[in-house]
């Protein structure tokens, strides 16, 4: 069960045989006795236990935050894990006076998590924004302090690197040269080439496990105890299989995609601009960092937020096992509650999107107690493609009133070549609702569910088509 992961914690090459299922969490409290990074919820909301994570791209580092309490230490192979204890020196560094000084901690416990995802923050950008420093810390909660005091530290900072708000500069030696980085970090990127200089096996093993994980930010939740007892090969951080491309007019995302690097991607910006919006309501920047694409799809969470998403844009699921591959279109993926159209050992390969035509249109929808990291009772998308005030093309999907992600094709059936008017929108949601099977549950009874889809359905066209007179629909 053990494996061999050799990798940079802080300023100290660790190369130590262990089970690489257990989290990176676990090993840095329980086995480096690195105690600074807290263990809170465990479920990757609280952000106590945050670190920064390097990995050598293209010849330089490039950080991210994770959540190491859902973080395998498998993936840490050949990479910088920084822990609080990697920004101390003899004296507080910038950022932790500035915490200090302007009351931004209290009992202490969330602190360390704050302190790293700023910092990852100011090394990932040299154009600096108060508000864009925030959003950065999204994935962190303080209970008691309150978020005053750590506003005023994050503009204090923004203040004392204004100066240099450069985006030819090397953010990493600036940041030493300010005390807010210490000096070893301008090594790392050497020491990561020699690292993997000395180990080829980091993305060279064969998929010959039992369980294939990807993101694993549910399952570490659900049941990351069993997983130490199982053997286990961890996908998220191979990098061919984090490729996005087009083929054939369409957009192929590999299957250890993160739902941030689908955000960050150059083509996605291009040809689904609106998706930025939309996904950053999926989780925290942590989580976003760590949850995958093809993961979120073969969970099969009937309320998952790109499950529902790509229903609507047309999603295909290319599947291999060894030499023999399909696609399956993914409104045909889900055959029951959790049930895949997969076999067992098929893999999800990529995911596919066709490229948008001309007057095309989508929407996405959700409602959910919280407006950001939380789960959605329902949750709906629309796309429409449109000529002459007619619908051409129509796919609209629904979560959260059925077993599985639910793909409402007698409705988009229906709403073609239909003109965008009240009627048309009516008979939409009387369709929508005989195809539905929403339960009662801790999210809502099935009556408010069913309430809640129908006027999903009618926002979408409100959205879309502003300038049309929808009172009919709005009564």
């Not at 416990?109 to 100011?122: A, Q």
């Not at 994980?213 to 053997?231: C, K, P």
Request: hydrophobic share 40%; proline share 4%; with cysteine.
């Amino acid at each position: 069960m053990e494996k061999l992961i050799s990798f940079y914690c802080n300023n100290e090459l660790v190369s130590v045989q262990v089970n690489p299922s257990i989290t990176l969490l676990d090993f840095l409290r329980n086995q480096k006795k690195l105690t600074g990074t807290k263990e809170g919820c465990r479920e990757g909301d609280c952000g106590a236990c945050t670190v920064m994570l390097g990995s050598l791209i293209n010849g330089k580092v490039k950080y991210k935050t994770v959540n190491s309490c859902l973080y395998p230490i498998a993936d840490v192979n050949g990479k910088h894990v920084v822990s609080i204890e990697g920004l101390n020196s003899n004296e507080l560094n910038f950022i932790q006076a500035q915490f200090v000084d302007e009351g931004g901690t209290q009992c202490g416990f969330c602190t360390p998590g704050f302190i790293i995802s700023l910092t990852n923050y100011f090394v990932n950008h040299t154009k600096y924004s108060a508000e864009d420093a925030v959003a950065a810390l999204d994935g962190n909660i303080c209970r008691c302090t309150g978020y005053i005091g750590i506003k005023r530290a994050i503009n204090n900072t923004i203040n004392y690197l204004s100066h240099v708000n450069n985006p030819k500069k090397n953010s990493i030696a600036l940041l030493i040269g300010k005390n807010i980085l210490p000096q070893y970090f301008s090594l790392i990127p050497t020491r990561l080439k020699e690292l993997h200089k000395k180990n080829r096996s980091f993305t060279n093993q064969k998929l010959i496990k039992i369980n294939i994980i990807a993101g694993g930010t549910d399952l570490y939740v659900q049941r990351w105890e069993s997983l130490l007892e199982e053997d286990n090969y961890f996908i998220s951080e191979e990098p061919g299989l984090k490729l996005i491309s087009i083929k054939q007019n369409r957009v192929s995302i590999g299957c250890a995609v993160t739902v941030e690097e689908l955000i960050e991607s150059k083509i996605i910006q291009k040809y689904f601009p609106f998706l930025k919006m939309h996904l950053e309501l999926f989780g925290s920047l942590p989580i976003r960092n760590r949850a995958t694409i093809a993961g979120n799809i073969v969970n099969a969470s009937p309320i998952g937020d790109i499950t529902n998403i790509f229903l609507a844009l047309g999603a295909n699921v290319h599947l291999k096992d060894k030499n023999k591959k399909r696609v399956v279109p993914l409104n045909e993926f889900y055959l029951g509650y959790k049930i895949l159209n997969k076999n067992k050992n098929e893999l999800v390969e990529y995911v596919s999107i066709p490229i948008p035509g001309r007057n095309f249109l989508f929407n996405y929808e959700k409602v959910s107690r919280r407006t950001y990291l939380d789960i959605a009772s329902v949750n709906s998308s629309i796309s429409i493609a449109f000529q002459k005030g007619k619908i051409k093309e129509a796919l609209l999907s629904a979560g959260g009133v059925a077993p599985i992600p639910l793909y409402l094709k007698s409705t988009s059936d229906y709403l073609l070549n239909k003109k965008i008017n009240n009627e048309t929108i009516n008979k939409a949601v009387q369709i929508a609702n005989s195809e539905i099977s929403p339960i009662s549950d801790a999210r809502g009874s099935k009556e408010y569910k069913a309430l809640l889809l129908s006027q999903l359905i009618k926002a979408h066209f409100i959205k879309l088509f502003p300038e049309i007179n929808f009172d009919e629909v709005i009564k």
